[in-house]
């Protein structure tokens, strides 16, 4: 019986792989740490080799630790970090060059030139993003001008280009399959929102042959099988891709338009089902792809905070406050309150909807009673303040208010932290049984391809809650506490 997916969450520092069953238990899970490369100041790069390396291994010890028979598994799920970049040949699989990470500014002069020349409304317009150089598309114009042989490579038609779903579905297929899903190719800054097909005006402007480009499917199909797979046979489905956030949002089963879901981790992202809508932010936040079911395109709202958990490891290692990440909330928790003290997080600038690089952190309202405990708390507060700014946004664009939240990464186990953050946007928050919200994303998406779930409906009954915060302050309350942190932000 074919009743399993195996699903791979490769992200920026390791590989998870999750082995999950029809009813959404996680049989076995693994993570194994890759090696970062920084070139440079400024520069993060990742060497492919090594990545499918880790994916390798990490499928193995999975199927080793569960000892379930491998003809059991009825597909594969592949979630991964989004902007990331490589390039390699078409004929012996060989990278050109190491892949350039989504945390890379190398292109910050390349996005500077575009902007001066008037593009960025068309580049938003036509895909959702700013001009920045997170977005793939300047990392594979970069590649092509520095990499010698690169231009007169990719002309001849023999090189590819994939963001990190495309080389793993690649190197599953023994090199058979070259393929993407709309919600990576969303982040390309190559797509059209509106054609999900790469864009030729954009292509001329960056430079980039359409050779290169793998075939945007959807994110929930079979895309090819296993093949010389180490440690898996032959003829397994590749069933399911789809970007990290987007597997989350899929993974919370937030299948309908109004529905969002926010991701505490070092950062923090937020994204809000937008259904079939395309809504153009009026408020600096991007408009993306968020997945694809058979011909139905369901697009989203994304904001992300630079700082979330990071604030707490500061507090850590900065400050020396806490000698665990895990001591905060007792800590935070033994203040009634932060005494008026404001921290606004601003430690690497501030993202959505300020997007000012420029800003820095900063605490208001110190006194002679101030304590570690109110900085504690503080802290805290501030990294709820900053996702209810990417919030109003959202609800801003969307024209309605948000009804629930649902929440997930390391910090929403912070009970402190997560009732602060629903009493001020004043709606509940649901924190799901399975935090692997990333993994489940495209397992779920590669079960609806090979029928290991009939449709979302049967996923969402599946779907099981562990918490619900409710709000519990007042209004009255919650406004001073608003107007505090909007006085403070503009002080960052």
């Not at 970007?243 to 529905?259: H, P, T, V, Y």
Request: with cysteine; aromatic share 6%.
């Amino acid at each position: 019986m074919k009743d399993l997916i195996l699903s791979i969450d490769q992200g920026t520092t390791g590989t998870t792989v999750l082995l999950v069953d029809p009813q959404i238990n996680i049989l076995a899970k693994k993570n194994n740490e890759f090696p970062q490369h920084y070139p440079q100041q400024g520069w993060v790069e990742h060497d492919p080799e090594e990545i499918w390396a880790c994916t390798v291994k990490t499928i193995q010890e999975v199927l080793s630790e569960s000892g379930v028979d491998t003809s059991r598994i009825a597909g594969i799920g592949i979630t991964n970090q989004r902007e990331t970049t490589l390039l390699w040949d078409k004929a012996t699989g060989d990278p050109l060059h190491k892949a350039i990470v989504w945390q890379d500014r190398r292109t910050a002069p390349l996005c500077e030139k575009l902007k001066k020349k008037g593009l960025e409304n068309k580049f938003k317009k036509k895909t959702g993003l700013v001009l920045d150089p997170y977005f793939s598309g300047t990392k594979i114009r970069w590649l092509l001008d520095h990499v010698p042989q690169a231009r007169e490579k990719a002309k001849k038609g023999s090189l590819a280009f994939g963001t990190i779903d495309t080389f793993l579905v690649w190197k599953l297929t023994n090199g058979k399959v070259h393929v993407t899903d709309p919600s990576n190719a969303s982040r390309t800054l190559l797509m059209n929102l509106q054609t999900l097909d790469w864009d030729p005006e954009l292509l001329k402007i960056l430079n980039i042959p359409a050779s290169l480009l793998p075939r945007i499917a959807s994110s929930s199909e079979i895309y090819g099988e296993t093949k010389n797979v180490p440690g898996l046979p032959d003829g397994i489905p590749i069933a399911g891709i789809a970007g990290d956030q987007q597997s989350a949002l899929f993974g919370q089963a937030c299948f309908s338009a109004g529905e969002a879901k926010c991701t505490y981790g070092t950062g923090s992202f937020i994204l809000l089902n937008t259904g079939k809508k395309i809504v153009h932010s009026k408020n600096k936040l991007l408009t993306t792809v968020a997945w694809k079911l058979g011909k139905e395109i369901c697009y989203a709202l994304e904001g992300s905070a630079f700082i979330a958990g990071a604030a707490v490891q500061w507090l850590r290692d900065g400050l020396k406050l806490i000698h665990k990440a895990s001591e905060v909330e007792a800590l935070a928790s033994s203040v009634p309150d932060s005494d008026g003290v404001v921290f606004v997080p601003a430690l690497v600038g501030l993202g959505a909807p300020y997007w000012n690089a420029e800003a820095r952190g900063c605490i208001t309202g110190i006194t002679r009673a101030t304590t570690h405990a109110h900085l504690a708390r503080a802290t805290l507060e501030g990294i709820a303040y900053l996702q209810y700014d990417i919030l109003q946004a959202m609800s801003k664009d969307l024209g309605e208010k948000l009804k629930i939240l649902k929440v997930d990464g390391g910090a929403c186990a912070n009970h402190l932290l997560m009732q602060f953050q629903s009493d001020i946007l004043g709606v509940p928050l649901s924190r799901p049984q399975m935090i692997e919200t990333t993994g489940l994303g495209a397992a779920f998406l590669a079960g609806l391809a090979t029928g290991v779930w009939e449709n979302t409906k049967v996923i969402s009954e599946n779907w099981k809650e562990e918490k619900l915060f409710k709000p519990q302050m007042s209004k009255s309350l919650v406004k001073r506490k608003i107007e505090s942190w909007q006085k403070a932000v503009k002080k960052a």
